[in-house]
Nanobody, 124 residues
């Protein structure tokens, strides 16, 4: 399956963005879909994940209450709604898919396919 991440951009502190992850050449039906981010000079960091079948979710503590991950079955797309953005959220955001269990969703090494990334910049 190929993944296409989109929706990034430049936003001011306190603003919102919605990222999309679309699948082609396959579906999300057997996967959990995760969002990760990577800022310059830092390791790739888990943001959120959702199981396509069943809709279970998991969030990093740093984004709980601000970010919401959801799925659009009709469009075969996973969304990441990001509110109350701050400069620490600035990074390239990637979506990826995994078949591992919930407890392993935060580990990027368990993800098989990755999208190309979309830049999110929050200005102060």
């Amino acid at each position: 399956v190929q993944l296409q991440a989109s929706g990034g951009g430049l936003v001011q502190v306190g603003g919102s963005l919605r990222l999309s992850c679309a699948a082609s050449g396959g579906t999300f039906s057997n996967y959990a879909v995760g969002w990760f981010r990577q800022a310059p000079g830092k390791e790739r960091e888990f943001v959120a994940a959702i199981r396509w079948s069943g809709g279970g979710t998991r969030y990093a503590d740093s984004v709980k209450g601000r970010f919401t991950i959801s799925r659009d079955r009709a469009k075969n797309t996973v969304l990441l709604q990001m509110n109350s953005l701050n400069p620490e959220d600035t990074a390239v955001y990637y979506c990826a898919v995994t078949t591992v269990v919930f407890s392993s969703w935060a580990d990027p090494t368990h993800y098989r396919y990755w999208g190309q990334g979309t830049q999110v910049t929050v200005s102060s």
